[in-house]
Nanobody, 115 residues
């Protein structure tokens, strides 16, 4: 069983930056495809970014050029560096791990963008 724990959320002003972390338990992290998703109030959960086991990254158009996904395999941790934050980035951010036919989700971390 894999457990994912997100951290790093909080309140930030528009234009500010924040770095989210996702720590994974177990031994499959380095072999897994990792993702960030987010869900704003009243909206469906949406995909934000993906990083494969070999470090290939992909981003939603809405965050491309502002967000950077990365991973540290020895630390079993994935990151999301967020810059130039906008009010529409406010949401609960979730990390997801995919390994073969298995999928695991974290509990989420709240990001609030407000002046």
């Amino acid at each position: 069983q894999v457990q994912l724990v997100e951290s790093g959320g909080g309140l930030v002003q528009p234009g500010g930056s924040l770095r989210l972390s996702c720590a994974a338990s177990g031994s499959i992290f380095s072999f897994s495809r990792m993702h960030w998703y987010r869900q704003a109030p009243g909206k469906q959960r949406e995909w934000v970014a993906t990083i494969t086991s070999d470090g290939t990254t992909n981003y939603a158009d809405s965050v491309k050029g502002r967000f950077t996904i990365s991973r540290d395999n020895p630390k079993n941790t994935m990151y999301l560096q967020m810059a130039s934050l906008k009010s529409e980035d406010a949401a609960v951010y979730y990390c997801k791990l995919n390994y073969w036919d298995k999928a695991y989700w974290g509990q989420g971390t709240q990001v609030t963008v407000s002046s």
